[in-house]
């Protein structure tokens, strides 16, 4: 008997397809389930069911700081790399020069390099110029803002990237011919084709620079936490659902944003 690939091939994809979601799944279900058990030990099957660390998770003002810290430097940072992300897309899209690939690797190397060898090798870098200058770049947002803006520009440049790829040239010099200066026509007519990308870079540099630890643990200032770094601090002395509150709080949020973003940009045409 053989068997039909045509028939049976959409189905068994399918199927394999909803496997592998579930599989990436379950951990996140589980996370939110455990945030609404009622015991402070983890036990199954559950005693009951409360909300309860919820209000504990935001009442505790080591998590609602973190909370502030990490939406401060992800927004500060995000705003930087999108910025500096479009120039050096354009740049390398549109432009050929003596260097430019290496100028492109330098720019996405941070994809390839672990996060702990970046946190060490800032902390070092920082030390130099603190010792050096007489400027401790750890003292305030400055070099954790510098440290996540480093961390998430490759990001952008991609997204970028990739929507310049589709775009024709002719269209940004035509709009000169007919008077406009080269800023113009940037702002007027490439600008608005490659909304999808840099919406996109937005996003996943908001997503990517919130839930840092690695390079966050070895750059933060005294008194200056953020959010994954309180969880694992808190994580050192409990284990109930709080923690489990905290990271259910966190999806909704993500979630939240890439349903607006989506809204407006459908993600899955630019990722």
């Keep these: 008997m053989v068997l039909r690939t045509d028939r049976y091939g959409p189905n068994l994809l399918a199927a394999f397809s909803a496997l592998v979601l579930l599989f990436m799944l379950v951990p996140v279900i589980f996370v939110v389930w455990v945030a609404f058990f009622d015991s402070p030990f983890l036990t199954f099957p559950p005693e009951g069911y409360t909300t309860r660390w919820f209000g504990e998770a935001v009442s505790r003002p080591e998590f609602l700081n973190g909370f502030i810290t990490s939406g401060i430097v992800a927004l500060a940072a995000s705003v930087i790399s999108v910025a500096s992300g479009v120039c050096a897309a354009v740049?390398?899209?549109?432009?050929?020069?003596?260097?430019?690939?290496?100028?492109?690797?330098?720019?996405?190397?941070p994809l390839i390099i672990p996060n702990i060898v970046l946190g060490v090798a800032l902390y070092s870098f920082f030390?130099?110029?603190?010792?050096?200058?007489?400027?401790?770049?750890?003292?305030?947002?400055?070099?954790?803002?510098?440290?996540?803006?480093?961390?998430?520009?490759?990001?952008?440049?991609?997204?970028?990237?990739?929507?310049?790829?589709?775009?024709?040239p002719s269209l940004e010099e035509a709009a000169m011919n007919l008077g406009a200066n080269r800023a113009t026509a940037f702002f007027r007519i490439t600008l608005p084709q490659i909304r999808g990308g840099i919406v996109a870079?937005?996003?996943?540099?908001?997503?990517?620079?919130?839930?840092?630890?690695?390079?966050?643990?070895?750059?933060v200032s005294p008194g200056r936490t953020t959010l994954p770094i309180a969880i694992l601090q808190y994580l050192e002395f409990n284990m109930d659902p709080t923690i489990s509150a905290v990271s259910t709080?966190?999806?909704?949020?993500?979630?939240?944003?890439?349903?607006i973003s989506d809204r407006f940009i459908k993600l899955s045409k630019v990722v």
């Excluded at 740049?91 to 190397?109: C, D, N, Q």
């Excluded at 540099?205 to 643990?217: P, R, T």
């Excluded at 709080?249 to 349903?259: D, E, G, H, K, M």
């Design 127 to 168: 030390i130099f110029i603190a010792d050096n200058l007489l400027f401790d770049p750890t003292a305030s947002y400055f070099g954790l803002i510098a440290a996540h803006s480093m961390l998430v520009l490759p990001w952008s440049v991609r997204l970028v990237s990739a929507n310049l790829v589709g775009l024709d």
């Design 91 to 109: 740049t390398l899209s549109r432009y050929k020069f003596p260097g430019r690939e290496v100028l492109r690797a330098m720019l996405l190397s």
């Design 249 to 259: 709080i966190q999806i909704f949020v993500i979630a939240a944003l890439l349903l």
């Design 201 to 219: 870079a937005i996003l996943f540099s908001l997503i990517i620079s919130f839930e840092n630890l690695e390079l966050s643990l070895l750059i």
